[in-house]
Nanobody
Framework: QVQVAESGGGLMQAGGSLRLSCAAS????????MGWYRQAPENERELVAS???????SYADSVKGRFTISRDNAKNAVYLQMNSLKSEDTAVYYC?????????WGQGTQVTVSS
């Protein structure tokens, strides 16, 4: 079963950009779905962006036009480019990969946006 680990979080001022990375321990070429979720304190975990095997993407309304999900099969990695950050984007961001029936989560990376 592949494992994933997020990186790239940190503290950023509103209006700034961050790129989150999700490194997989094995090939993600056959992954059915890859996604980024986030969970703010006292909130439920929510889907931010997803990328399915055919290349189509979807985004939460709150991040459309600001965030972009992408993958690099050669590096076994999934990325989330976050631009025009807002204070409400503050959360722990999690990578999720669905591969061969296994639903794998990373430990999360904290993103804090100061206004």
């Amino acid at each position: 079963q592949v494992q994933v680990a997020e990186s790239g979080g940190g503290l950023m001022q509103a209006g700034g950009s961050l790129r989150l990375s999700c490194a997989a321990s094995g090939s993600i070429l056959s992954a059915n779905t890859m996604g980024w979720y986030r969970q703010a304190p006292e909130n439920e975990r929510e889907l931010v962006a997803s990328l399915v095997r055919d290349g189509s993407t979807s985004y939460a309304d709150s991040v459309k036009g600001r965030f972009t999900i992408s993958r690099d099969n050669a590096k076994n990695a999934v990325y989330l480019q976050m631009n025009s950050l807002k204070s409400e984007d503050t959360a722990v961001y999690y990578c999720n990969v669905v591969l061969f029936g296994y639903n794998t989560w990373g430990q999360g990376t904290q993103v804090t946006v100061s206004s």
